[in-house]
C-alpha cells in the first residue's frame, strides 16, 4: 500500500515541475533572523576559535567544537540552518517543546512531536520551546481528520515539518508556503516516490528498528537503496536515516550509507527533557535490543484506525505478552481493556500499557541531557569519519 493515494494528473504535475525550471531553494521567512556568526564559512580559523562556542569556554573545548562542526558540515545543515546533522524525532507525548529545544541549542534540529492533531497540546509545546527555533512532525493521516492543527503550527513559523504515515500532499503546500523545509518520512520505495511527488526536501528513511510505528524495512539496506532511487530521479532532495541510531556509530554509518543526516528517536527518548514517564525511561536503560516488538496491540487498545501496514514497536512487557496472539480477543473486550491501558499509561505504569522504544535502547544505558547526547553524538562520528579516512 502506498503512502500516497495522490491522482496520476497530480503526480504528472509534480514531475513535470521537477525536469521543469529549478525548484526554489527554502529561504528563512522575514523576521526570523539570528546570529549566525558561528558559521566556519563566515569567519576565518583564528575568527571562529576566539567566538565559538562562547567567551570564556576553554581553547581545547572550542577547538574541539570547530573541528566537530567543520567535519559534518554538508548540505543539511546547510539547508536547516544547523551545527550538526541530527533532527529529533516528532515523537506523540514525548517529543515536546523542552525537548525539540534542547537539541536545537545542541546544535540540531528538535521537532516537536505533534501526535493526533491536539491543537491545544500543539499551542503547549511551542510555548514550551520558549522561542527557540524547531520544527514540528504530523501523523498524517490524524492531522488530515483535522486540517486546522497544521494552521496553528504553521502559524509559529516553524524552521520544519514532518510528514509520516498519510498522503503528504493533503499538507505539501501549505508548508512549503509557509517558508518552513517539508520532510516526509518513508518506510519503502513507494512512500518515497509519493514523498517526491509533494516536492519534499528532505525524505527520512525510517527503518524498522525504530520505535513507535513503522513497517517491515530495515535501516542497513533502506538507507543506500533510497539514497541511489534520489541520487537518479531527484539529486536536490536530501536524506536523513531514521531507526537504530543512537551514538555516533549510527550517525558515522547513516553518512557512510548515503544519508545526510540522521533521525533520532528512542535515544532521545531516554533524556532528561522528554516526557517520557520515569519508569517507562527507565525501563530504555535496563532493555536491551531484543526487549521490543512489532504488533498492532496498542492501536487495536486504543481504537485509533491506523493503516495496516504500520506496526508499533513497543517493549514486551505484561501487556504485550498477556494479549499477543490474542488481538480479535482484545479487540471484542476493547470496552473495559481500553481505559485500563491509558490509565496504566498516563500513570507512567511500565507493564500495563504500551511502553514505547527501538532496538537502539540495547545502546542505551544512562538518562542524559539531550546536549550531552547530541555531543558525544557528534564527536565520536567525527572520530570515527577521520579514522576512516
Known amino acids: 500500500m502506498r503512502q500516497c493515494c495522490c491522482s496520476s494528473g497530480a503526480r504528472a504535475r509534480s514531475r513535470r515541475s521537477r525536469s521543469g525550471a529549478k525548484r526554489q531553494s527554502w529561504q528563512r521567512p522575514e523576521g526570523g533572523v539570528r ?7 563566515r569567519l576565518g580559523l583564528t575568527e571562529v576559535v576566539d567566538e565559538f562556542p562562547a567567551p570564556g569556554t576553554n581553547l581545547a573545548v572550542r577547538r574541539a567544537t570547530l573541528a566537530n562542526v567543520t567535519a559534518l558540515s554538508n548540505r543539511l545543515t546547510n539547508a536547516l540552518d544547523i551545527r550538526y546533522p541530527i533532527i529529533s524525532a516528532p515523537m506523540a507525548f514525548v517529543g515536546g517543546g523542552a525537548l525539540a529545544a534542547a537539541v536545537s541549542r545542541a546544535g540540531g534540529l528538535g521537532l516537536i512531536g505533534g501526535g ?10 511551542f510555548q514550551a520551546a520558549q522561542g527557540e527555533r524547531v520544527g514540528v512532525g504530523f501523523i498524517t493521516w490524524s492531522a488530515a481528520r483535522r486540517p486546522s492543527v497544521m494552521d496553528a503550527a504553521l502559524a509559529h513559523r516553524p524552521a520544519a515539518v514532518m510528514l509520516s504515515f498519510g498522503d503528504p500532499l493533503t499538507f505539501a503546500a501549505d508548508i512549503k508556503a509557509a517558508g518552513a523545509i517539508l520532510m516526509c518520512q518513508c518506510q519503502n520505495l513507494g512512500h518515497v516516490r509519493a514523498a517526491l511527488d509533494a516536492e519534499a526536501d528532505i525524505v527520512v528513511a525510517q527503518g524498522s528498528e525504530a520505535g513507535g510505528h513503522g513497517a517491515d524495512r530495515g ?12 541520487a537518479h530521479t531527484s ?15 549510527g550517525l558515522a554509518a ?8 540522521v533521525l533520532v528517536g528512542t535515544r532521545l527518548c531516554a533524556s532528561q527533557e522528554s516526557l517520557v514517564k ?3 525511561r527507565q525501563a530504555i536503560v535496563e532493555s536491551n535490543g531484543d526487549a521490543t516488538m512489532r504488533t498492532h496491540l496498542a492501536d487495536i487498545v486504543r481504537e485509533l484506525p491506523w493503516p495496516q501496514e504500520f506496526t508499533a514497536r513497543i517493549q514486551r512487557n505484561g501487556f504485550v505478552n498477556r494479549w499477543h496472539g490474542r488481538e480479535s480477543d482484545l479487540a471484542q473486550q476493547v470496552a473495559i481493556e481500553g ?7 498516563a500513570d507512567g505504569d511500565p507493564e500495563d500499557t504500551g511502553v514505547w522504544f ?6 542505551i544505558d544512562a538518562i542524559e541531557p539531550a546536549a550531552t547526547i547530541v555531543e558525544r553524538m557528534v564527536t565520536e562520528a567525527t572520530h570515527l569519519r577521520r579514522s576512516s579516512n
Open 116 to 125: 493526533y492533531g491536539d491543537p491545544e497540546w500543539i499551542e503547549e509545546q
Open 35 to 41: 546570529d549566525e556568526s558561528w558559521r566556519p564559512s
Open 254 to 261: 547513516a553518512v557512510t550509507l548515503g544519508a545526510d543526516g
Open 219 to 230: 535501516t542497513f539496506t533502506l538507507v543506500p537503496e533510497v539514497a541511489d532511487l534520489l
Open 278 to 280: 520515569p519508569l517507562h
Open 235 to 249: 539529486p536536490d532532495t536530501m536524506l536523513v536515516a531514521a531507526g537504530g541510531v543512537a551514538d555516533g556509530r
Open 339 to 345: 481505559p485500563r491501558y491509558l490509565q496504566a499509561f
Open 358 to 363: 527501538g532496538e537502539a535502547a540495547g545502546l
